[in-house]
């Protein structure tokens, strides 16, 4: 036996392995994670639909005080009193008691309504929106969430195919049928497999992290069982009338419109009704007043907020019109990559299959002494190769449906099977 091979490599590759098949099949305790169902009948309790619903709770509360009228104003004046010659005391007084009121002529009011109403209808789109991301993120954390822990599987199987074919070199190299390099050549490639390994289980426990949090979870995310990665998407929605946020422009652009309805309204005098009761002291009498005011528009004319309004409306309407584009051209988009997805996990899968057969027969032939162990080594990498590429392949389906669902409105994969 050559003098630089060691037997130690050797026996750490089998304790490797060895440790490797206890932790492949020792039963996990750990409680797996709810499943997107269920986390997403949660939804209402995360922050963001919580603050969405605060938002449109307020604008609701703004259309209703947009219907209360002014509150009167009551008012008590005295004149000569308290000051010199007859006017000493308050003998002569005249005090007179009013109550005023502003009158909201020129639809002033229903004007006040309308704006506050369809600021309250913004905000109800908006709030729904805001649901639909947040579904749609939930969606991409739990699918991603999988992915990793789909990876940190795949890395685990790696090693364990390394580790194996590593044992299979070193035993052919102990019988003389294959040259040192070899063994060295597995043992390498065993240990860069284990470092893989290890950063893959590092990438599951964060995207694990990154979901409880997300889902705001009590207990930390172990495992996944309930499946979102396999769940075929809706996919064949019928098109809405718009998305939703072309809604949200559309409603935009109407509360803008009635803002410059408001400030129109705004040029026009504001009529202030007034009536009360004078006493008169020294004759003791009492008389009525009656009394109407208005501002004189001699310098203000709100003709500023006039066109600072209509400006407003013009970007209103460029924003709508520039969401109807977006969104057209979005979702022809998401249609198309759920389209090429659906493809590419059926292409993916296909070549799981057939990269695992590969893999059997090449075993079989290395171990036979037909084949090398760089055409082993080959075909390794391209089974862990088409495993992941089946894992990216439904992560990047999952990705197209989140899109597409938010183009139509609704939650990821609702109505799907």
């Known amino acids: 036996m050559h003098p630089l091979y060691r037997r130690p490599p050797h026996r750490a590759v089998g304790c490797a392995l060895a440790a490797l098949a ?28 919580i603050e969405a619903d605060a938002l449109f709770d307020a604008a609701e509360a703004r259309a209703r005080q947009a219907r209360v009228r002014p509150n009167p104003t009551l008012g008590l004046q005295a004149e000569n009193a308290f000051g010199t010659g007859p006017f000493s005391r308050y003998a002569n007084a005249e005090t007179t008691l009013s109550i005023s009121q502003d009158v909201e002529l020129w639809g002033r009011r229903t004007a006040r309504i309308n704006v506050a109403r369809a600021e309250a209808g ?13 579904a749609g993120r939930l969606a991409l954390t739990y699918a991603e969430a999988e992915a990793a822990q789909r990876q940190a599987v795949l890395a685990e199987e ?64 172990t495992t996944i069982e309930a499946s979102l990665l396999n769940r075929l998407p809706a996919g064949a929605v019928v098109d809405p009338l718009e998305a939703p946020t072309v809604r949200v422009a559309s409603a935009q652009r109407n509360a803008a419109e009635q803002r410059i309805a408001v400030e129109r309204i705004r040029t ?35 003709r500023g907020n006039i066109e600072a309004a209509q400006a407003d409306f013009r970007a209103a309407d460029a924003r709508l019109m520039s969401a109807r584009q977006d969104a057209q051209a979005e979702r022809a988009a998401a249609r198309a990559r759920l389209s090429a997805s659906v493809s590419r996990v059926s292409a993916a899968d296909s070549g799981v299959t057939s990269a695992e057969e590969a893999y059997r027969l090449s075993r079989i032939g290395f171990e036979a002494g037909r084949i090398s162990q760089i055409e082993l080594r080959a075909n390794r990498t391209a089974l862990i190769s088409a495993r992941t590429s089946a894992v990216d392949a439904r992560l990047s389906r999952v990705r197209a449906e989140i899109e597409l669902a938010r183009q139509d409105g609704r939650a990821p994969f609702q109505g799907a099977q």
Do not use: K
Request: net charge negative; charged share 25%; hydrophobic share 50%.
């Open 22 to 49: 206890v932790a492949l099949t020792s039963p996990s305790w750990a409680e797996p994670a709810p499943s997107f169902a269920e986390l997403l009948s949660r939804l209402d309790q995360t922050p963001a639909t």
């Open 122 to 134: 913004t905000a109800a789109l908006q709030r729904d929106l805001a649901v639909i991301d947040a």
């Open 158 to 221: 790696n090693l364990a195919l390394t580790v194996a074919d590593a044992r299979a070199a070193l035993s052919l190299v102990e019988e003389g049928r294959e040259p040192l390099l070899r063994g060295i050549q597995g043992e390498s490639e065993a240990a860069a497999a284990r470092a893989r390994r290890d950063e893959a289980v590092a990438e599951r426990d964060a995207a694990f992290a990154r979901l409880t949090a997300v889902a705001l979870l009590a207990e930390p995310v």
């Open 268 to 302: 026009r005098p504001d009529i202030n009704a007034s009536v009360g009761v004078r006493r008169y002291e020294m004759e003791d009498a009492t008389a009525l007043t009656f009394g109407i005011s208005m501002p004189l528009p001699l310098f203000d004319q709100n």
